[in-house]
């Protein structure tokens, strides 16, 4: 339950990993030889894991099946922005009611809204905004799969992005795997049809 | 290239607002919707779709386009959520590349429902994709486990340094767990 994050988890909050270090001390304080507290903080570590599959294969059924609705929409109903509203009320609304039930039934207080916190998210609206838009823009004009291969290249920049900005360290490691997937890119690309942007 | 550098700048500013800030994944989606609305509102009324053409669009639509609208509402809900969730476990760059391998059985989809039609060098070239796509997070978890000094973790591990000198070992046990 602890590692899944900030999902399901009652300190909401917290960070995953802050979470987990909580919850490790938290055990620790317990020592010595409180073997459930250890068996329980391990359990925590293999959860860890399932539960970023669980994250990705949730990310994944919802990219894949959006990204085809949005392309039999853009056939049958081209109002970019009609549709980005309606899929963010839907968003609002679900979530909302989300944050209600935890608050409920969970006890888990919702945040008190603030105008400094919501300004943070002023760029993230910016970038999403810019992906949704270009994206359907994109789909009217190339397939599917055109579309596709060419976002491969947002995983250098993101690496890059990562060391440059976030300060993380640059491990070398990481790139040939990296160097893989943007070389099947291109061998797949230069089959396809368009040799669109790049 | 405007998507591109939007996704990556997407991603690394979720992450650092994930590591300073610690919001809720459905806070986040909340506050990014609730702001995207108004401006996407206001996109709307400039680009001429609002208030006349999509809404007449949408009283003219047939049951099974207004179902494909309605799952789209559904399916946005779940993509935001899952992809903040996703960011949260994630680093910025397998986010990322998830994103990017989201794409390949949208691809085999694509071929099944729109009758892409797909070549033998296209398909070599999916497979290396994936095979780069399968060695990524491999090799992030192997560095995670090395740089946390790996220590095993499972029932059959007695933890011997731990039974002996808990104090010393709460650290390490911490930022394994961590990894």
Same mark, same amino acid.
């Given at each position: 339950m602890q590692s899944t994050g900030r999902f399901f988890h009652p300190k909401a909050h917290m960070s995953s990993s802050a979470s987990q270090t909580a919850t490790v001390r938290d055990a620790d304080d317990? #020592? *010595? &030889?409180?073997a459930d507290a250890r068996k329980k903080a391990r359990g925590n570590a293999v959860d860890n894991y399932s539960s970023r599959i669980l994250a990705a294969a949730a990310y994944m059924v919802s990219a894949v099946t959006l990204l085809l609705l949005n392309k039999a929409l853009a056939i049958t109903f081209p109002f970019t922005f009609t549709v980005l509203i309606i899929q963010s009320l839907f968003t609002i609304v679900l979530n909302g009611t989300i944050v209600l039930v935890l608050w409920r039934y969970y006890g888990i207080k919702p945040y008190i809204f603030s105008w400094s916190e919501l300004f943070q998210f002023l760029p993230v609206v910016a970038f999403f905004l810019l992906i949704l838009f270009t994206g359907f823009e994109v789909l009217k004009f190339v397939s599917v799969i055109t579309f596709v291969s060419l976002r491969y290249l947002s995983c250098f920049t993101s690496f890059f992005g990562e060391v #440059? #900005? #976030? &300060?993380? *360290?640059?491990?070398?490691?990481l790139v040939p795997s990296l160097f893989v997937i943007v070389t099947g890119e291109r061998s797949y690309k230069s089959e396809s049809e368009l040799p669109l942007i790049c | 290239m405007i998507n591109i550098t939007s996704h990556s700048g997407f991603s690394l500013y979720i992450k650092w607002l994930d590591t300073t800030r610690n919001y809720s994944v459905y806070i986040m989606s909340l506050y990014t919707n609730g702001l995207s609305l108004i401006f996407t509102v206001a996109l709307a009324f400039v680009a001429g779709d609002l208030p006349h053409k999509s809404l007449t669009a949408l009283g003219e639509m047939s049951t099974s386009s207004a179902w494909i609208l309605i799952c789209s509402g559904v399916g946005g809900w779940a993509i935001s959520t899952a992809g903040f969730w996703a960011n949260s476990l994630f680093s910025s760059t397998a986010w990322t590349v998830q994103s990017s391998l989201n794409k390949i059985p949208t691809m085999f989809l694509s071929v099944l429902l729109f009758g892409t039609k797909i070549s033998l060098g296209m398909y070599i070239g999916l497979t290396i994709t994936m095979l780069g796509g399968l060695a990524f997070p491999l090799t992030a978890i192997h560095l995670e486990q090395k740089d946390a000094g790996y220590v095993k973790l499972s029932d059959?591990?007695?933890?011997p340094a731990l039974e002996a000198a808990p104090s010393s070992a709460a650290p390490q046990s911490a930022k394994t767990v961590n990894a």
């Open positions: 317990q #020592l *010595p &030889g409180d #440059l #900005l #976030l &300060g993380k *360290p640059f491990q070398w490691q | 059959e591990d007695p933890e």
